[in-house]
């Protein structure tokens, strides 16, 4: 059975950072793509970024380019998003989830696996 954990997210001021964890169970990264997703109070979900672990291709919202990386530890079978120079408009629930086989961008319709979410609040 495939899960996901998020953790690492909270409070933190506009400028500032946080890691975010994502613990996998039950599958191989190898096989698989892992999306991290977003989704603020009355919006739709999005896509922030996602990696193949097969091949390590990655992609990034046109938002969070050049502040957000996304990384795999295999020897901890988690997943990670290194979020620098957040932003208000940053906040929202941040959700990983897993799809067998490739991923090519970050639709959330593609994800059969999900994780609880774990809240970021960025405040100004």
């Known amino acids: 059975e495939v899960q996901l954990v998020e953790s690492g997210g909270g409070l933190v001021q506009v400028g500032g950072s946080l890691r975010l964890s994502c613990a996998a169970s039950?599958?191989?990264?190898?096989?698989?793509?892992i999306g991290w997703f977003r989704q603020a109070p009355g919006k739709e979900r999005e896509g922030v970024s996602c990696?193949?672990?097969?091949?390590?291709?990655?992609n990034y919202a046109d938002s969070v380019k050049s502040r957000f990386t996304i990384a795999i530890d295999n020897a901890k079978n988690t997943v990670y998003l290194q979020m620098n120079s957040l932003k208000p408009e940053d906040t929202a629930v941040y959700y990983c989830?897993?799809?067998?086989?490739?991923?090519?961008?970050?639709?959330?319709?593609?994800?059969?696996?999900w994780g609880q979410g774990t809240q970021v609040t960025v405040s100004s």
């Open positions: 990696i193949n672990g097969r091949d390590g291709t990655i």
């Open positions: 039950g599958f191989r990264f190898d096989d698989y793509g």
């Open positions: 989830a897993a799809r067998e086989g490739t991923v090519v961008a970050g639709r959330p319709a593609d994800f059969g696996s």
